[in-house]
Antibody
Framework: EVQLVESGGGLIQPGGSLRLSCAAS????????MGWVRQAPGKGLEWVSV???????YYADSVKGRFTVSRDNSKNTLYLEMDTLRAEDTAVYFC???????????????????WGQGTTVTVSS | DIQMTQSPSTLSASVGDRVTITCRAS??????LTWYQHKPGKAPKVLIY???TLESGVPSRFSGSGSGTEFTLTISSLQPDDFATYYC????????FGQGTKVEIK
């Protein structure tokens, strides 16, 4: 069964650090585009970060320089290292596998096709 | 980053109504746009991608149109299962969601 299970969320003070983990089963993390999406209380969905098959990455402007996405191929696990946390980072963080479709000879990564259940991060003193 | 703006933010409608949601991009995203449906406590579900292509298994009452900077999602006859929040998301230049449109019961 294809599944993503997040862990690592919690209550953290402003300026602190936290590492989220996402254990995948039923598929190989390194063969896919993987990412993190968050939803702040009462707000919409927001892309946070994506790691590409080749290891490159994307970060939203709101987290650039503070968050780092990585993966451990031997554990088939995705991570999000979050530093210098702010109150506005408070959200449910979802791990995501991205689906693709053909665009000529290339592929476009168009949506999340597998979601984790989410882990809550609360930044507050 | 490309900004995506949806309108309206909330929409009140009745079963059987024709519903249209608009999504505007701050710059052209060509046809690289996805629509999701999101219900509380559940994972968002892809309805449409490449602006007009219906995802497998999605009912034909859902349709998408547009290109460039303006897109629409239409539900031809609203069903009880369709009350949810809808998001557009561009994938032309990285990825950006719209702020969402909540479709509620009138």
């Amino acid at each position: 069964e294809v599944q993503l299970v997040e862990s690592g969320g919690g209550l953290i003070q402003p300026g602190g650090s936290l590492r989220l983990s996402c254990a995948a089963s039923g598929f190989t993390v390194s063969s896919n585009y993987m990412g993190w999406v968050r939803q702040a209380p009462g707000k919409g969905l927001e892309w946070v970060s994506v790691i590409y098959r080749g290891g490159g990455s994307y970060y939203a402007d709101s987290v650039k320089g503070r968050f780092t996405v990585s993966r451990d191929n031997s554990k088939n696990t995705l991570y999000l290292e979050m530093d210098t946390l702010r109150a506005e980072d408070t959200a449910v963080y979802f791990c995501a596998r991205m689906g693709s479709h053909r665009d000529g000879w290339d592929y476009r990564y168009y949506a999340v096709d597998v979601w984790g259940q989410g882990t809550t991060v609360t930044v507050s003193s | 980053d490309i900004q995506m703006t949806q309108s309206p933010s909330t929409l009140s409608a009745s079963v059987g109504d024709r519903v249209t949601i608009t999504c505007r991009a701050s710059q052209s995203v060509s046809r690289w746009l996805t629509w999701y449906q999101h219900k509380p406590g559940k994972a968002p579900k892809v309805l449409i991608y490449e602006a007009t292509t219906l995802e497998s298994g999605v009912p034909s009452r859902f349709s998408g149109s547009g290109s460039g900077t303006e897109f629409t999602l239409t539900i031809s006859s609203l069903q009880p299962d369709d009350f949810a929040t809808y998001y557009c998301q561009q994938y032309n230049n990285y990825w950006t969601f719209g702020q969402g449109t909540k479709v509620e019961i009138k």
